[in-house]
């Protein structure tokens, strides 16, 4: 990181964000332990339309997001139906 980009500050790009507030977000609910669904996936299904609709137009029932335990494991599944490419 050079000198110049630490004091202005750098742009950081979408994809970079959104992993970090799917870890930030994963984190805060490993430590609530709370159980069935977790509140902030309405959340994070309003925040990844809105990012997708930049450059696609989807219907917002075209994405799914889940959460599945099994013993230590959890799943985060994001479904996405995009509609068809216009040829």
Avoid: C
Avoid at 15 to 24: C, D, G, P, T, Y
Avoid at 63 to 78: A, H, P, Y
């Amino acid at each position: 990181m050079s000198i110049i980009s630490m004091l202005l500050g750098e742009k950081k790009k979408s994809a970079s964000v959104a992993k970090e507030r799917l870890q930030i977000i994963l984190a805060r609910e490993r430590v609530g332990g709370g159980s069935g669904q977790p509140d902030y996936l309405p959340a994070l299904q309003r925040e990844l339309m809105a990012v997708v609709s930049k450059y696609v137009s989807i219907n917002p029932e075209d994405i799914k997001v889940q959460l599945e335990r099994q013993d230590n494991l959890e799943v985060l599944e994001v479904k996405i139906e995009l509609p068809e490419a216009v040829r």
